[in-house]
C-alpha cells in the first residue's frame, strides 16, 4: 500500500519544525522534506506540493496565501496553520472537538484551517455549556491567558532567549508581559464564532518566560449563568459528556482539582506540554462565580499537534496516531 506523502511549507519555522519532528517518526507516511536552500524558492516549493496528497502550510498570513496560489489546482490535501482562512465559509475549522459532525467534516474536507491556540479552551469550554441551556449567550464574556514565548514564532523565542539577565539575580531576563491591549488580537474572530458566544469576547493575552505551555482563564460572574445554583459538577458533567469520545480533551472532575494543583493552591502553564492534551478546569462556587480553566501546549494542541490531530483524520489513520494524550 502506497504511504501519503506529506509535505511542510514552513519546515524551519517554530510549529514547522515541531510538526516535522513529529512526523519524522512515522513509518505509515513519506513526509517530503524540501531542501533547505531552496525552501523560499516558489519553484520548488510549487513542485513538492504538487508532489504531495496533503501539504501543512505553517508560515505567516502572506505567505500562507502564495502558497495557495502556488499550489493551483493540485490534487494535494491541505492544512493551513495561518489565521486568515479560520473563519472562511471555504473552509473547514480545524478543531475536531467541536462536534462529532464536526469531526466528520474534517475527515472529508479538502481545506481545513488549522485553529489558534488561545481559541482552544475558551470555545471547548464554553459552547457545551452553552449549547446545554447552562450559560447566557448573550453575556459579556472575558478569558484572561498566557502563553509560552513560542507562541509569537522566531523573532519572540530570539528575543526571550537572547535577552540579558536583569542585574536582579531573581528577576528573569524578560518577565512575564500583557500584549494586544487594543482589543485586536487575530483569534477574536475564531473564538466569537465557534464559540456560540453572542458577542466577541474581551481577551487579555500575556507572555510568560517558559518557552510553551498556556493557561486560559474564563470568569464567569453567577449572572451568566442561565439560572442559579450552577458550581463545577454541573459544569464538569455537561463537558464530559460532550468529550466523551474525544482522546485528547479531559475535563477534571472537581473533586480532583487539589491534585493538580501544585502545593493545593498553583496551577502551572507546562503541566500539558508536549502532549496533544488539554485539560479543562471548573473553579469556585455558584453564589461567586466560577473560573473556567483551560490548559494545553500552544505548540501541541495549539498548533502542531492539533494539525496532526486534523491529518489522522483526513488520511484515515486513526486520530490519536502519533499523539500523546
Known amino acids: 500500500m502506497t504511504k ?9 519555522g517554530t510549529t514547522g519544525l515541531r510538526l516535522r519532528q513529529m512526523l519524522e517518526q ?12 531552496e525552501r523560499k524558492n516558489p519553484k520548488k516549493r510549487a513542485e513538492f506540493l504538487a508532489a ?28 493551513d496553520t495561518s489565521t486568515a482562512r479560520r473563519v472562511h465559509p471555504d473552509w473547514v475549522y480545524g478543531l475536531p472537538e467541536i462536534s462529532p459532525e464536526h469531526r466528520e467534516t474534517i475527515r472529508q474536507a479538502p481545506r481545513v484551517a488549522n485553529c489558534g491556540c ?13 449549547q446545554a441551556g447552562l450559560l447566557d449567550p448573550q453575556a459579556p464574556y ?12 522566531r523573532k519572540m523565542i530570539e528575543a526571550y532567549e537572547q535577552a ?40 487579555v493575552p500575556s507572555v510568560a518566560q517558559a518557552y510553551c505551555g498556556m493557561l486560559v482563564s474564563m470568569p464567569l460572574p453567577a449572572g451568566h449563568f442561565a439560572q442559579a445554583g450552577i458550581g463545577p459538577q454541573q459544569v464538569w458533567e455537561v463537558w464530559q459528556a460532550a468529550y466523551a469520545d474525544c482522546p485528547f480533551v479531559r475535563p477534571v472532575p472537581p473533586d480532583k482539582n487539589a491534585t493538580q494543583l501544585r502545593e493545593g493552591k ?10 496533544n492534551r488539554v485539560e479543562l478546569y471548573a473553579f469556585g462556587k455558584p453564589d461567586q462565580g466560577l473560573v473556567l480553566v483551560g490548559r494545553l501546549d500552544n505548540l501541541g494542541k495549539g498548533a502542531s499537534g492539533n494539525a496532526v490531530q486534523c491529518m489522522n483524520l483526513m488520511l484515515g489513520f486513526k486520530e490519536t496516531t502519533g499523539l500523546s494524550a
Open 4 to 12: 501519503p506523502r506529506i509535505y511542510i511549507d514552513g519546515q524551519e
Open 164 to 203: 540579558p539577565r536583569s542585574p536582579r539575580p531573581a528577576d528573569a531576563a524578560l518577565p512575564l508581559c500583557l500584549y494586544s491591549l487594543d482589543g485586536g488580537h487575530k483569534h477574536l474572530a475564531e473564538m466569537h464564532h465557534f464559540s456560540q458566544v453572542a458577542n466577541p469576547p474581551l481577551f
Open 118 to 130: 488561545y481559541p482552544v479552551s475558551f470555545i471547548l469550554a464554553l459552547r457545551p455549556l452553552i
Open 52 to 79: 504531495a496528497d496533503l501539504a501543512i502550510l505553517c508560515l505567516p498570513d502572506e505567505a500562507a496565501a502564495e502558497a495557495l496560489e502556488l499550489a493551483g489546482a493540485s490534487r494535494a490535501r491541505i492544512i
Open 142 to 153: 472575558t478569558l484572561n491567558a498566557v502563553s509560552g514565548y513560542s507562541g509569537g514564532g
Open 266 to 275: 498553583f496551577l502551572d502553564l507546562e503541566g500539558c506540554n508536549f502532549t
Open 26 to 37: 512515522r513509518q505509515d507516511l513519506e513526509l517530503l522534506l524540501i531542501p533547505a536552500e
